[in-house]
Structure formats: structure tokens, C-alpha cells
């Protein structure tokens, strides 16, 4: 993408990732940030009109229905908000010319494979949000645009939203035992690195064709259980209060939960990685980074 200035339309504007999005933003675009309660992407006139008003280069949508649990009970709002409203933004695209990035989920997958999940490997969600995000990939594919990046991610975390860092913290100041599952193994991702994934991927207008749908977390895999030792043992070495003396590795059947998860959701970034020639931070080293700067973004 070339430094003119261009204008991004920032979809879910107001979550934990458009803010690192937002912040991390190159000089050359003007943001103009969308979110409810003004503007619903399960509006298809408002989506259309908004955009075709706006005409922007690029739409990050960084909008979901993410309480994962709530999708269970709310499938119809789910598929709505996580399926209709990406189909409205790729038809917006394709009215106006821009390219749209989509964040999708590895929770389109079913998380019995033993080895990473390529981007061509058969999709089978196990919930109902699973589902919708995959309805919203669908409807991207469906729509005839050609000038989209789907990206799904895992275990995403950062400053500014409800997210499994956050909760270990609050838990490890407040109880003395934590019970974390150590059965499902994945890959922690930081909003900073995604965010600038979505960029190094804009950048690479200029390769021949590199739309299409990408894997990206951070680097290296654990299970809940490890990336939670690993949380509290930052707490203690950033002074943060910590009463929890003992954690426990627990099963996924000894905290059950309206929604079933992947057992195994590692991906394979080499797609990523080699059409944009970046590298992508061990997610040991994310962590680090984010509890230098989880207050102040
Ligand atoms: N968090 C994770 O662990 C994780 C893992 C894999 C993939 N992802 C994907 O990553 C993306 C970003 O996630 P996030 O954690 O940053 O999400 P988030 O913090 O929950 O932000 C989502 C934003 O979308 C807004 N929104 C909800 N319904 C909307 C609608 N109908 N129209 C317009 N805006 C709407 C929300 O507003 P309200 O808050 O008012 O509802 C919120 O501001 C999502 O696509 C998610 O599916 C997340």
C-alpha cells in the first residue's frame, strides 16, 4: 500500500482489538471509528450507507458478538452479528473498492487434528459461536469480493478488554487455590502483535494476490494451565498482589461450560509469515510486553 493518505474504517470500534488497531495505526490512514450503539452491522442499510458515505480504502472489522458462553443461548443474535454482518461489510466493500480485513476465530475448527491447522484444513465448529464465525467467513467468500484478508486468531488478549490475562490476575489476587485446564492446548495472541499483522498484510497490496484467509497467533503453544503459571509468575516479578499459593492443573470436564472449546487449536503461520517476510513474537515475549504497558494504553 503505498503512503497516500487513505481512509480506514474501523468496525467494533470501541473492543479490545480496534483499540490496539486504532493506536497502532500508520500516520498515512485517517480512522473514522464505527460501533454501537450508532452503528449496527446487523443493519445492512446502515452498513451500505455508512460506507458508501465514507468511501474508504480499507474496513477492519474488528466487530463480534465474543461472549462465547452467551452464544450458546443467543445462536439467532450470534449468527446475526458474527455471520450477517461480515456479509454486509464485504458487499459494502465491493459497492465502494475497499479491501476488507475480517478477524475471525480458531473456534471454526474442531480442534481434533495433532498438528497445526493450515488455512486449508476442513472447517467443524463445536459451538455456536464457532458456527457464526464461520457463517461470517462464508459470507465474505460468497460475496464476489476479492480484496479481503479473513484473519483467524486464538486467545487473544491486551489492554482495554475482558480477556483470560485480566481474569488470572483478578483471580490470583483474590484466592488462594486456582483450578485452570490443562487439557486444551492453543496459542496466546497479543492485540499489539495481531494489529500489526493487519498492517504488514495491507502492506503487501503490491504482491500478486495475497487475499485470502490467514492464520496468525503468537509463537509457541501451552495450555491454559501453563500460560496461567505463567501470568502469576509476571504478577509476582511486577510487585502485583498475588494471594494464590497453589495452582492447579484441572480437566476440561472439571469446569464445565455451556460451550464446548477445541482441545487443540495451534496454527500453522507459515502463510503469514511468508507473504509478508515477518516474524511472529513468541507469545512468552508478548506477555512480558503487555504487562509493561496493561494500564496505560
Ligand atoms: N477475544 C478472543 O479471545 C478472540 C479469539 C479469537 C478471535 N477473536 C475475534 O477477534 C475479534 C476482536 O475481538 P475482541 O476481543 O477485540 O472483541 P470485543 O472486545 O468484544 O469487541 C467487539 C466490539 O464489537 C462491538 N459489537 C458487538 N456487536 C456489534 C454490532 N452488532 N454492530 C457493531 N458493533 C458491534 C462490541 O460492542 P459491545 O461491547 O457494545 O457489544 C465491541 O465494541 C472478533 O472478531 C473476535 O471474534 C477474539
Given at each position: 500500500m503505498n503512503n497516500d493518505r487513505k481512509k480506514l474504517a474501523l468496525i467494533g470500534a470501541n473492543g479490545m482489538l480496534a483499540r490496539m488497531v486504532r493506536h497502532l495505526a500508520p500516520p498515512y490512514f485517517d480512522v473514522t471509528s464505527f460501533d454501537l450503539p450508532d452503528f449496527d452491522i446487523t443493519d445492512r442499510d446502515l452498513v451500505l450507507s455508512a460506507m458508501t458515505h465514507l468511501r474508504p480504502h480499507v474496513i477492519v472489522n474488528c466487530a463480534a458478538y465474543t461472549d462465547v458462553d452467551g452464544c450458546e443461548t443467543n445462536e439467532e443474535l450470534a449468527l446475526r452479528v458474527n455471520g450477517s454482518g461480515p456479509g454486509y461489510l464485504a458487499e459494502a466493500a465491493l459497492e465502494t473498492g475497499a479491501i476488507l480485513v475480517h478477524i475471525s476465530t480458531d473456534?471454526?475448527?474442531?480442534?481434533?487434528?495433532t498438528e497445526p491447522y493450515t488455512e486449508d484444513d476442513p472447517t467443524g465448529p463445536l459451538s455456536s459461536y464457532g458456527r457464526s464465525k464461520l457463517k461470517g467467513e462464508t459470507a465474505i467468500l460468497a460475496?464476489?469480493?476479492?480484496?479481503?484478508f479473513i484473519i483467524r486468531t486464538s486467545w487473544l488478549y491486551g489492554p482495554g478488554g475482558k480477556n483470560f490475562v485480566e481474569t488470572i490476575l483478578r483471580l490470583a489476587g483474590e484466592r488462594e487455590e486456582l483450578r485452570i485446564v490443562a487439557d486444551q492446548q492453543g496459542s496466546p495472541t497479543y492485540t499489539e502483535d495481531l494489529a500489526n499483522a493487519v498492517f504488514s498484510l495491507l502492506e503487501t497490496?503490491?504482491?500478486?494476490?495475497?487475499y485470502g484467509i490467514y492464520h496468525f497467533s503468537n509463537a509457541g503453544s501451552c495450555s491454559w494451565y501453563e500460560f496461567a503459571l505463567e501470568i502469576v509468575r509476571l504478577a509476582r516479578l511486577n510487585k502485583l498482589p498475588v494471594k494464590a499459593e497453589s495452582i492447579k492443573p484441572i480437566r476440561t470436564e472439571d469446569y464445565p461450560l455451556p460451550a464446548q472449546r477445541p482441545s487443540y487449536s495451534i496454527f500453522s503461520k507459515q502463510k503469514y509469515e511468508t507473504i509478508t517476510g515477518r516474524s511472529i513474537p513468541e507469545w512468552r515475549e508478548s506477555l512480558i510486553k503487555y504487562f509493561a504497558v496493561r494500564q496505560t494504553i
Open positions: 473456534y471454526v475448527f474442531a480442534g481434533d487434528k460475496s464476489g469480493l476479492t480484496r479481503y497490496e503490491d504482491v500478486q494476490m495475497p
